[in-house]
Structures are given as C-alpha cells and as structure tokens.
C-alpha cells in the first residue's frame, strides 16, 4: 500500500500548547502536504514541503521533512480552539506525477 | 471558499437510483481529482483526470461513471450503489504535475455526503 500513516490517531491538549504531529509514508516522494478538515468539510491545504527541502514555516505552523526516514512531522505552536480539525498528511509518489495519496489523519481536538 | 464547487451538498439516494454528483473550478488548474471519505477510513483517491484524459483509476467498481468534459467540469455518475458506497465524496483540482515539478496543492469542494438506503 502506498498510504502515509499519521500518528497519533488522536490527540487532546489545553489551548496555547503545541501540538505535534507526525508523518510517515513508503516511497519516493515529490512533495509532501498537509491539511486540514473540519468536521464533514472540505481539505483545505495547510503547507507543502519539497523532497530537497528539510524545514518550513507558516505562521504558527513548522513542517520538518526526513527523506531517509520517510517521514514528516507538523507542529502548531500556541493551539488554539480553533484548531480543532483533523489533519491529513498527503504526498506525491515520485512515479505517479499526478497522485496525491492521503494518511489517515490525525484528529486534533483544542480544549479552551 | 477554496474556488472548487461541488453540488449537491447532500444526497440521498436508493439502491435502483441514478445520480450524478457535479464539481466546477474556475481556477484555471488542469487536474481533477474524486475522492471518497468513509468513516474512520483514509481518503481513498478514485479517479484523476489530466488535461481532461482520465489518468487514473484505482480499481473503482463500474458503478461509479467519470466525466470530464472540460477542464473545469468534473462528475461522477452513480447508479445501482450499495449502501456502503455511503461516504463523503470529494472533488478536488491542482495544476497537473510537470516532468520537472511535483505539481501544486490540491483545493477541495465542500465535498457531497452521500447516503444510500
């Protein structure tokens, strides 16, 4: 299977913690991605890392890509409630140009 | 508001029905994609389409139908579902990925709850 898994499946933290969320998936890669749904919603796209880049930042939001390894983490720093969602990670295998394949997905829950 | 419109949002339909879900973009982007969400399962990709060529199809039964009869326009025809081809179906578009590039983001519709009893 080419699936990423995401780990932990769920996580509860207190609002202005960081939350952490890893990444790992099976083959060669083009990117990496990841993002965010909210509750029977839409994905709404959060970062892209490149395969020959190793960090990222976006406002509150630091992605780390490992090659070797094959795998990503996500931090969002000072949580908010309003981060509660669950959050997918998603690559693209370097021989399939055009498909994005999806983790399972962390679900995030911010308590206020 | 990500630019990717899917209609409708809700559906509900019986084992014998024949529906369509519709999916528009307008952002200029070459390449669309159907997704299916089921509960406490990983999306699951069923259907690319690449300057309008479908590019792939994992292995998706024939009783879902893609068509794409523009860049912009995407739909998936349903008929004779099972009820647990109940899930939230996605449609999402990007700019189709070059030799050199890994292509962009993918944006995603609201998605179409689809419920069959």
């Known amino acids: 299977s080419q699936q990423g898994e995401e780990d932990p499946q769920a996580l509860s933290i207190q609002e202005g913690e960081n939350a952490t969320m890893n990444c790992s998936y099976k083959?060669?890669?083009?990117?990496l991605q990841w993002y965010r749904q909210n509750s029977g919603r839409g994905l709404v796209h959060l970062i892209l890392?490149?395969?020959?880049?190793r960090e990222k930042h976006s406002g509150r939001l630091r992605v780390t890509l490992d090659t070797s390894k094959k795998s990503s983490s996500l931090l969002i720093t000072a949580s908010r409630a309003a981060d509660t969602a669950s959050y997918f990670c998603?690559?693209?295998?370097?021989?399939?140009?055009?498909?994005?394949?999806f983790g399972a997905g962390t679900i995030l829950r911010v308590k206020s | 508001e990500t630019g990717v419109t899917q209609t409708p949002r809700h559906l509900v339909m019986g084992m014998t029905n024949k529906k369509s879900l519709k999916c528009e973009q307008h952002l200029g982007h070459n390449a669309m994609y159907w997704y299916k969400q089921s509960a406490k399962k990983p999306l699951e990709l069923m259907f690319v389409?690449?300057?309008?060529?479908?590019?792939e199809n994992n292995s998706v039964p024939s009783r879902f139908s893609p068509e794409c009869p523009n860049s912009s326009h995407l739909f998936l025809h349903l008929h004779t579902l099972q009820p647990e081809d109940s899930a939230l179906y996605l449609c999402?578009?990007?700019?189709?990925?070059?030799?050199?590039?890994?292509?962009?983001?993918?944006?995603f519709g609201q998605g179409t709850r689809l419920t069959v009893v």
């Open positions: 083959t060669s890669i083009n990117n």
């Open positions: 999402a578009s990007s700019i189709r990925a070059g030799r050199a590039a890994g292509g962009t983001e993918a944006f």
């Open positions: 890392i490149r395969s020959n880049e």
């Open positions: 998603a690559h693209k295998p370097m021989e399939y140009g055009n498909k994005l394949v």
């Open positions: 389409y690449s300057l309008e060529e479908r590019v």
